[in-house]
């Protein structure tokens, strides 16, 4: 389910003057991890079954919460394995591109227009004309706050 | 700023400032290192707890005859120095050694669910208070064994009810914590870095975390049966209600045996790291390591019933366990192999780290031995329940796993805290360790021959030598220890400053491709493995 980011026309022009790439980290393999989730769950299901045929069936729910939580481990784990995040500036432009659980979304501004807010916990977002992209995802806060700085400067300096 | 160096990462800009401060940074935190750091100083205390039970044992049996304690309180110190000494003490203890170190053996700016991951050791003080506060119910701790076999526990008072609610959380604990190295293992590797290409460490507790969600539901519906036995009319292992106490045994074995493998694999990762460093050599046998341990994980769920040889099973089922036991001794064989040819012919130098790890090989070995002893049906009838036991399994449980722990701080205490400790403290707290392990536990091989039974406060006059040798090896081996907690917190507040690679050997990616100390976020953006 690992999917390599999308680099439209525009994000590939070699003279973008600034851009910021950060992916979430992945390198699942989809199908090591139905393995490793598969056969598991069909162990932990004999295991159950035959200490539940023994009598000691208790054994099945505790067996099925765990297989639950790991099924649900690896679903969120694969749904998130291809996002990622990346900003251009170029000329007048700022690009923003966003891949969120398989969903991309693509954003463009007025450089000399867009305004670099500070969001909830430590997230700062781009902003223009009511629209509004949170920006730093993939990194720590001392890296977004890095990233907040370079913005502000470049942004500043384009419009004087 | 280009996007290559957007994506480049300073390291020392992360050390400055940043970190949260206070008792928050570590009620909070998500952070591997803290969470790591925090799991480590919780299970030295639980080693402290459980070994003052441990002296209160050897103490007893200092002379035969009932000295110090009444024999119900001895047999809850066995029960809750087993319980605490493998559930809060030495697993929670490689779970330091996987947070601390699997992001950064992986190229992973963290786990794969930090806030999981915070939960997952906050469930383990409450956990560990209600072992200790077990003591203090109506007619004392549960005197039923680490084993809590029925129908003793289903008997057994209301400090039993707490003992089945802490191991309850201890296993959710241990559940969600292997769900995250799975996922973290699975998921977010640096690129390049294939699964044959991690270090042995990540490999080792990747299949120790399998075996731990294969088998903590197995532990969570043995302890519920009991309760539910105890509280709520139902009959899992009450004979005379159409139970079987027998089923129990069953049930807590096809989790206990794969449990002694949860604590030995993860050492045996410690030791395939330790020793190619301070050989200078890489580690031979790379994937025939990863073959056996995976090997050793399977054959562990197909061997319970070897610790049951004497509660009657039909002839043909003793002679497939015999077996199947004995098979194990083959994948181990070839990790013994390996780490000795791992030495042949390398540089070796003997710092603290490697002599612990020697420690380890020897006796986790003569241990080993012990075992493929007590596998073979007719010998373990007569052994079963002896002191022969006691030796056998503590050879395994705190020469290997307790010596790869120490070989595994000492190894990384430097990129834990920047600082070194003293090598000349360090061997002396190996030696001692070393010395007064043998002198504790090797003589109770020859108390188990004679047939003196364990888990009695009193025994008889021919065994009064060797019970008094023993507990004199317990003090000192429990004194040397207080030794070690003065190198950690000598190392922490005064330790000279560590280079960034130690080790001239090491090559895993966090002595190659971090500082020293490790910086607070590390490998935000992953490193490319060739």
New interface residues.
Partial sequence: MTSEPHYDADFAEAGAEFTYFRRHCSSLDWRLMQLVFGSLALFLTLVAVGFAIAGAWLVIPFAGVEIAGLGFAAWWTAKRSGDFERLALDGDRVIVEIREQGQSRQFEFNRCWVRLVSGNAGMFALRSHGREVAIGRFCSEESRQTLARELRNRLAGHRF | ???AH??S?DHS??DHG?KPSGIMRWVKSTNHKDIGTMYLWFSFCMFLVGGVMALIIRSELFQPGLQIVRPDFFNSMTTYHGLIMVFGAIMPAFVGFANWLIPMQIG??DM??PRMNNLSFWLLPPAALLLIAAQFMPGGGAGVGWTMYAPLSTQAGPAMDLTIFAVHTLGISS??GS??I??TI??????G?T?MKMPLFCWTWLITA?LL??V???L???V??TL?DRHFGTH?FNAAGG??PV?YQ??FW?FGHPEVYIIAIPAFGVVSQVIPAFSRKPLFGYASMVYATASIAILSFMVWAHHMYTSGMPVEAQLYFMYATALIAVPTGVKVFNWVATMWKGSLTFETPMLFSLGFLFLFTLGGFTGLVLSITPVDVQLHDTYYVVAHFHYVMVAGALFSAFAGIYFWLPKWTGKMYNETLGKWHFWLSLVFFNVTFFVQHFLGLAGMPRRIPDYALQFAEFNMISSIGAFGFGLSQLLFLYIVIKCITSGEKAPDKPWEGADSLEWTHLPTPAPW?SF???PVIK
Wanted: aromatic content about 8%; overall charge negative.
């Fill in positions: 700023m280009d996007a957007a994506q990462h800009h992360d940043h992973a700016p794969a669910f559940i969600m769900i995250n799975i996922t699975l998921n977010m590797r640096a690129p870095l699964l399998y969600v294969a903590m539901p197995v969570a519906g043995a519920t049966m539910t899992f139970g079987d089923l069953h049930i096809f976020h935000e953006t992953p």
